[in-house]
């Protein structure tokens, strides 16, 4: 029962740098989701996926790329690394409707 | 413009009373609510939903929620707390432009950070 499995766990970054978070899911949803979340404001959805090879932004997609080339993996892209992308990084699937989202166990990232 | 807020940062609460986590919503038509937990370290895990019918939904851990269409609310409740429930709670609503993707974009609350205590 892996569910939606994100890598790493934890990573520190520096300005300017870039990294690819890992999320990959086991229950054959077609709908990911990339989220981050920072303290005291919930969770702010980053690019979602309705199936492979469809992504859409969200509500914060600046300064991240996503791609969807199976329906397992969402991978998300930070190509230069600014400290206000400091935050936890959560990944999700769902198989649609009315259905809940299954979460990861967050990417917890830092830049300095 | 659809919003979902939970106006309590804390709720504190005595082991075996009765406890509630608050949120109103707002957004037009039917709503598709949600509550989610978070412990810490973890990601966010589903208790329960409201899409349509009875105005009481029971969820996991014992959790249930009372949908309230007039003060457009959905309150988490649970008649007897416990220690180990002691975690983050999110309430969220479903975006209504996704209804017609059919996925499920979802609006968070900031979260209420329920402790309690022995």
């Known amino acids: 029962n892996a569910g939606v499995t994100q890598t790493p766990k934890f990573r520190i970054l520096k300005i300017g740098q870039s990294m690819t978070l890992q999320c990959t899911q086991d229950m054959n949803h077609n709908y990911m989701y990339w989220y981050r979340q920072d303290p005291g404001m919930g969770l702010k959805l980053i690019y979602y996926s309705v199936g492979a090879g469809i992504t859409d932004k969200g509500e914060v997609p600046n300064g991240y790329n996503v791609s969807r080339s199976t329906t397992e993996d969402f991978p998300l892209r930070l190509e230069l690394a600014a400290p206000s992308q400091t935050s936890v990084y959560f990944c999700?699937?769902?198989?649609?409707?009315?259905?809940?989202?299954?979460f990861g166990d967050g990417t917890r990232l830092s830049i300095l | 413009a659809q919003s979902v807020a939970q106006p309590e940062d804390q709720v504190n609460v005595a082991e075996g009373n009765p406890l509630t986590v608050k949120c109103t919503y707002s957004v037009s038509g039917n709503p598709y609510l949600f509550w989610y937990v978070q412990y810490p370290n973890r990601g966010l895990q589903f208790l329960l939903k409201?899409?349509?019918?009875?105005?009481l939904v029971k969820g996991s851990y014992g959790f249930e929620a009372e949908f309230n269409k007039s003060q457009t609310s959905f309150h988490l409740k649970k008649p007897s707390a416990l220690v180990s429930d002691s975690a983050l709670y999110f309430c969220a609503v479903r975006d209504i432009g996704s209804f017609s993707g059919g996925y499920n974009k979802l609006i968070f609350g900031a979260g209420t950070r329920l402790a309690v205590h022995p």
């Open positions: 999700a699937s769902s198989p649609g409707g009315g259905e809940p989202q299954h």
């Open positions: 409201y899409i349509t019918g009875d105005n």
